[in-house]
């Protein structure tokens, strides 16, 4: 079956310009969570989302960064204005998630991000 | 692709040897861990976990062991092979449904 897939796989931009990033989940995962990775570093948390809505939005750096998922389904990550500082691959990841069970989260390949 | 993993720690093996690779985590009320392994230029895939209320768990070829005393967690790779070069990573899940806290990787190459 199809897992988590990413686009684009890389994107390279100028600085103060506008992204968007897209991730499509497994088909009936309820939770989708947003992550950052910077070269030599572990993932870290951005966003998560349990169907539409953000249930937890604590690891947005800033005001620069939003993310949206209309339908419970596919989710894009946008940045406004962009910094040489967000260069890094944002790593989607998906997770059958139901009433408070911990569950795997199943990840995507990731886009990286360039800012010039 | 990506070069996850630079300076990270790094853990050489032989081809056939059993791998070790440790990690601490921070969180005392995290009752959930991950292990996962991330090869160059992709996410980040699952090993096995554990829950909080176990202290060995057994996959193919792996085996995680937790101590929760001294917030310790660790990944034994049984014959390790050369496709198990990788950045292993440990992440911890404090809440049911919540974001993962990675820690900070662990480069392993295998030599044959």
């Known amino acids: 079956g199809a897992g988590v897939s990413q686009t684009p796989s890389n994107k390279v931009t100028e600085k103060g310009k506008y992204v968007e990033l897209r991730c499509d989940p497994i088909s009936g995962h309820t939770a989708l969570y947003w992550y950052r990775q910077s070269l030599g570093q572990g993932p870290e948390f951005l966003i998560y989302?349990?169907?539409?809505?953000?249930?937890?939005d604590s690891g947005l750096p800033n005001d620069r960064f939003f993310a949206v998922r209309p339908e419970g389904s596919v989710s894009t990550l946008k940045i406004q204005r962009t910094e040489r500082g967000d260069s890094a691959v944002y790593l989607c990841a998906s997770s059958p998630l139901a009433g408070g069970i911990h569950n795997e989260q199943f990840f995507g390949p990731g886009t990286r991000l360039t800012v010039l | 692709g990506e070069n996850v993993g630079l300076h990270l720690p790094t853990l050489s093996v032989q081809e056939g040897d059993n791998s070790i690779i440790n990690c601490a985590y921070s969180?005392?009320?995290?009752?959930?861990f991950i292990w996962y392994k991330q090869e160059s230029g992709k996410g980040p895939q699952f090993i096995i976990d554990?829950?909080?209320?176990?202290d060995k768990r057994q996959g193919q070829r792996v085996t995680v062991l937790l101590n929760k005393t001294v917030k310790h967690l660790s990944l034994q790779i049984a014959a390790t092979q050369p496709g198990d070069s990788a950045v292993y990573f440990c992440a911890e899940n404090p809440n049911a449904g919540n974001m993962l806290t990675f820690g900070g990787g662990t480069r392993l190459m295998v030599k044959p």
């Open positions: 989302f349990q169907g539409t809505g953000a249930a937890d």
């Open positions: 969180n005392s009320a995290s009752d959930y």
């Open positions: 554990i829950r909080s209320n176990m």
